[in-house]
Every structure is written in C-alpha cells, then in structure tokens.
C-alpha cells in the first residue's frame, strides 16, 4: 500500500505559488522592476504615495523579498508560541501594511487550523497579488485584504493578534507611534513587531517595544524581561538570523548561485497573558572552540554576558553545541 501523500507546509506552498510569479513577465521588465524596488528602498522613506505602484512592482517584491520577510517573522513567532502557554494559538490576526501577506503566510505556518485574517495596506497592487498568492492556501482563501491607510486616522478591528513587519521603516516618527498605539489598542493578545536586522531597524524596535509596555504589554520575546534593554545605544543592536533558502525564481531575480541567504532582522514580540520568556537569550552566533563553546546571552537579571559551557558541563555542554543565535537558553525542556 502507498503511504499516504503528506500535505505541503505552508512554506512549501507558498515556494510554489511564488514560483509561477514572474512567469508572465518578461525577463527585462522582472528585472527593471527590481531594479526600481532597490532603488526606491534604498532612497528616502517614508513616502507620500505608495512604492509597490503595480503588478510588475508587487511580483518583484514578493519573488524577491516575501521569502525573506517570511522566514523572519516565522522566527519570531516562534519564539512567541514558545514563550506563550502551551496549546495557545490566536484566534484572529490583522497583518498591518502587510503588502503581499508574508506574516499571514507566517501565522499559519506556525498554528495549525484556521482564522479570521486581515490585511491593511494602502498599496491595492500589493492587495490583489496577496490575495492571488493566498488562494493556494487553504486557511487563508477567507482572509480580508483591505486597502488602508497608516496614520493619526488608523483604526484595527479588534483581534487576537496583530503583526507588522518590515513596516515601522517606511513611516514618518508621527505615523510610527499612531500604528504601535492603534496596534496595542487592537491586540487582545499580542502584537509582533518585525524589523530589519539593522541598527536603526533595532531603534524603531526599541521605541515599539518601550510604548507596548507602556500600553500594559509584556515581552514575550527575545527579551528575557520587560525592563530596559541592556545594550547601550550606538554601541551594538539586537539582531537575529533567519536562513532563507533560495529557488531558482530567488536566484534569477537576485543574482548570484547561493542555495540559501540569511536575513537579519530585529524583532519584538509583546503580549497581555503571562508568558514564560527565555531565561537568557543567545544574542549572537556561537562560538563552538575546542571543547567549549561561548554563548553570548541576554538575560532576565537585565544584563548581558558570555557564559563558557565546557566540557564538563556535560547534557549542557551537548545543549550549548546545538544552541542557535536566538535561542531560548538553557533551552526549554520538553514536556
Ligand atoms: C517592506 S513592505 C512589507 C510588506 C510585508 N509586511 C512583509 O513583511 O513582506 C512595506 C509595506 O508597508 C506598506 N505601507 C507603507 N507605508 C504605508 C502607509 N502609510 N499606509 C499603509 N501601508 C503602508 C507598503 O505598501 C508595503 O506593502
């Protein structure tokens, strides 16, 4: 008898949907459309009007950045179902400038089952691919893509959970605060906010992450407490790793012959139940030396500091050699 056919992962499915993207387009036009995507990321945002302007733009944004935003916010809902009580899964979500719907893809690559599902943004080509790519899965054919537009006038429908990534970058100071308070009035939950792996990516982080506990939020993750970050502005910033692995659709659009890239990014994921935060947080990659291994960790009596697990150690010792930047650690036990 044949074993029975496993259903794809939410992640499979969207490789595949993202692999029929750019069929009809032709090479130079998919290639222009990135051209102007980097361009127009790399000059002055936030902008008055949106920058995902039609097909061609959204199709490049999604083949070229959506698995990347994707695997990253993947990671830190991760970190959110570990940290939150066993068997909690949330039962709405609203995805806020969520363009093509990487963080809905997300979402449901974390929580088995099906939700109500919102998308806002004010980009309506970003809307309709989003919608389009969505169809392949199941738990999202349902979902709400609404055009919206972020600022002092911004209002959420009440949800469990509300997710904005690679968002906070695009905004102007004054739109950046009315989107985390509209978020945390929204959230009955959690909200997760992602951001690039960059020093300012981290600022913006911080800035969220200072005004959701003001809201009465506390961190679920990566932050081992809800007390002022550690790290001294301007001297390091709060980043982890996400491994994305490339199709070929991926590597025609970027170039180069990688199976896979990684993507840094900042993240903060912030909730009204009690939750069980990481006692510490590796915060950079380990360092795995001859018969040691060095974890940089981030911990709950508001310090950082390196911890050597040698040998000696034993079962920890074993731990520390699996131990990945951003992990929980010691790391969780099963139950
Ligand atoms: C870098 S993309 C991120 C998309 C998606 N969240 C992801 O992670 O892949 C930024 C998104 O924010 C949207 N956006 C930027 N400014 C906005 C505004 N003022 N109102 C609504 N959406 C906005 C853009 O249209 C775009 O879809």
């Not at 055009?147 to 997710?163: C, H, K, M, P, Y």
């Not at 950079?284 to 000696?312: F, M, N, S, W, Y």
Request: charged content about 25%; some cysteine; overall charge neutral.
């Amino acid at each position: 008898m044949n074993a029975p056919i496993s259903p794809a992962s939410p992640a499979e499915t969207l490789r595949s949907a993202l692999a029929g993207l750019l069929d009809g387009l032709p090479p130079k036009q998919a290639t222009q459309a990135v051209d102007r995507l980097i361009a127009n990321y790399r000059g002055r945002t936030p902008t008055d009007a949106p920058i995902l302007r039609d097909r061609a733009d959204v199709a490049a944004y999604a083949a070229y950045r959506m698995p990347a935003t994707f695997e990253a916010v993947r990671s830190a809902l991760g970190a959110l179902a570990d940290a939150a009580p066993a068997g909690w899964a949330p039962g709405s979500h609203v995805d806020v400038g969520g363009g093509t719907g990487a963080a809905t893809w997300a979402v449901s690559a974390t929580w088995d089952g099906e939700r109500p599902v919102t998308v806002l943004d004010w980009a309506e080509p970003a809307l309709a691919l989003g919608r389009e790519l969505a169809a392949a899965n199941p738990v999202l054919k349902a979902a709400q893509w609404q055009r919206s537009r972020i600022g002092a006038a911004l209002s959420i429908e009440s949800t469990d959970l509300v997710t904005v990534s690679y968002v906070l970058k695009e905004l102007t100071e004054d739109d950046r605060r009315s989107l985390v308070d509209a978020a945390a009035a929204a959230a009955a939950q959690a909200v997760v906010i992602v951001e690039p792996g960059t020093p300012d990516g981290y600022t913006r982080v911080i800035q969220a992450r200072d005004r959701l506990i003001a809201a009465g939020f506390r961190i679920a993750a990566p932050c081992p407490h809800s007390s002022a970050c550690p790290i001294v502005p301007g001297e390091d910033w709060c980043h982890f790793s996400a491994r994305v692995s490339r199709s070929s659709l991926h590597r025609k659009v970027k170039g180069g012959s990688l199976a896979y890239e990684d993507e840094k990014f900042s993240y903060v994921a912030a909730v009204r139940f009690d939750a069980d935060p990481a006692g510490e947080r590796v915060v950079r990659k380990p360092q795995i030396r001859k018969g040691q291994v060095l974890l940089d960790l981030c911990a709950a009596d508001e310090t950082l500091h390196r911890e050597t697990v040698t040998k000696r150690h034993g079962p920890l010792y074993r731990a520390a050699r699996d131990a990945e930047w951003g992990d929980a650690w010691p790391p969780h036990q099963e139950s």
